[in-house]
C-alpha cells in the first residue's frame, strides 16, 4: 500500500483549516504536485487552474502545454478554453495539432499529464463521455474524450483533480472515456502504454494514490479537518486507506494570494463578442 506523504495523523484531523475554502485546498495541493515537474500538458478547469498556480508559487519554469498546439503558455488569467486567444498571445511556441499528439505528446516529450473527471473508479478510469440518470431519463451527455486517452497513455504520468462525492467516484463507470489503470497492475503494460498513468488523484478532501501491486486507488492523505469517515463516505466503492494516512500542509498566505489574484484577474477577462447582428436568427423567423 502507498506510504503517507505527509504528516502521520490520526483518522480525524481535528478543526477545518482556516482562511481557506475546500476548493482552495485542493487547488493549492494539486499545484504542489506539480513542483519538480519539467513540462505539463494541461486540461481546461481544475486542471488549469493547478497549473497556472504551480507557475505563480512552487514551479516559476514550468512550461504550460495546451491541446491546442500552444507551448509555454503564460497566461495573465484562467483560459476559458483550449482556444482562448490569451494561451497563443503568451506562448513561446505554436505547433499544428497534429505535430502536438504526434511529436510533443505520442513522442514522450511530456512529463506530466493534468486531467479532469466526471466519474473515476477505483483503478483511475475516466469518464467525460456520458452518465446514466435513470430509468426513463435520456442519459447525460458530456464533453467527451478530447485529448485524454492520448494525455493519459503517453505523458510520463497524469495527476487528476476533481471534487470528492459519489457522484464522481463511483464504483462502476457508466462509460470508459480514458484509461487510467484498466482493471489492474499489469494492463497499461499489455496494451503497451508507455506512460505511468495515474500517479495521484487529488481532491477537496484530500489525495488518492494507486497501490503499487494492485493499482486500485488507496486514501493516503487527508487535508486539515477531514477525517476517513467522511471520504469513504464520499467514496462509491470501499475505499481502502494507508495504514495511518499524512496531513496535507494549510495553504500558506502566500499560495492563497497568488490563486485567489489568478481567479479575481479571470472574472475580469474580456467577455465573448457577440455574434453579428446579421448572423443572429430573426425572431419573426418560423423555425424548421
Not at 489503470?181 to 495521484?200: E, M, N, Q, V
Not at 496531513?247 to 457577440?274: C, I, S, Y
Request: hydrophobic share 40%; aromatic share 4%; proline share 10%.
Amino acid at each position: 500500500m502507498p506510504p503517507a506523504r505527509a504528516t502521520a495523523a490520526p483518522a480525524s484531523t481535528g478543526a477545518p483549516a482556516p482562511r481557506c475554502t475546500p476548493d482552495e485546498l485542493m487547488e493549492v495541493n494539486a499545484a504542489r504536485a506539480l513542483a519538480g515537474a519539467r513540462t505539463c500538458f494541461v486540461g481546461i478547469g481544475l486542471p488549469s487552474t493547478a497549473a497556472n498556480l504551480a507557475r505563480r508559487t512552487v514551479n516559476p519554469d514550468l512550461v504550460l502545454i495546451y491541446e491546442s498546439g500552444t507551448i509555454g503558455s503564460k497566461p495573465t488569467r484562467l483560459p476559458l478554453s483550449i482556444g482562448d486567444g490569451e494561451l497563443a498571445d503568451t506562448a513561446d511556441s505554436l505547433v499544428s495539432v497534429p505535430e502536438m499528439f504526434n511529436y510533443w505528446l505520442q513522442g514522450g516529450r511530456i512529463d506530466v499529464g493534468f486531467l479532469g473527471a466526471a466519474q473515476v473508479d477505483r483503478f483511475a478510469n475516466i469518464n467525460t463521455t456520458v452518465v446514466r440518470r435513470g430509468p426513463g431519463r435520456p442519459e447525460g451527455r458530456l464533453p467527451g474524450a478530447g485529448g485524454a486517452p492520448e494525455i493519459a497513455a503517453n505523458c510520463g504520468r497524469v495527476l487528476m483533480v476533481l471534487r470528492h462525492s459519489r457522484r464522481n467516484f463511483v464504483d462502476a463507470l457508466d462509460f470508459v472515456t480514458t484509461l487510467g489503470h484498466g482493471s489492474g497492475p499489469r494492463d497499461r503494460a499489455a496494451l503497451g502504454l508507455p506512460g505511468a498513468g495515474p500517479t495521484a488523484v487529488i481532491t477537496d478532501l484530500g489525495v488518492l494514490r494507486p497501490d503499487p501491486g494492485t493499482a486500485e486507488l488507496v486514501l493516503t492523505e487527508l487535508h486539515p479537518g477531514v477525517t476517513v469517515d467522511q471520504v469513504r463516505a464520499a467514496t462509491g466503492w470501499e475505499l481502502k486507506v494507508a495504514g495511518r494516512p499524512g496531513v496535507t500542509a494549510p495553504p500558506t498566505d502566500d499560495e492563497l494570494a497568488a490563486l485567489r489574484a489568478l481567479k479575481a484577474a479571470t472574472g475580469q477577462a474580456p467577455p465573448v463578442p457577440a455574434a453579428p447582428q446579421s448572423a443572429r436568427p430573426r425572431k419573426d423567423t418560423a423555425a424548421p
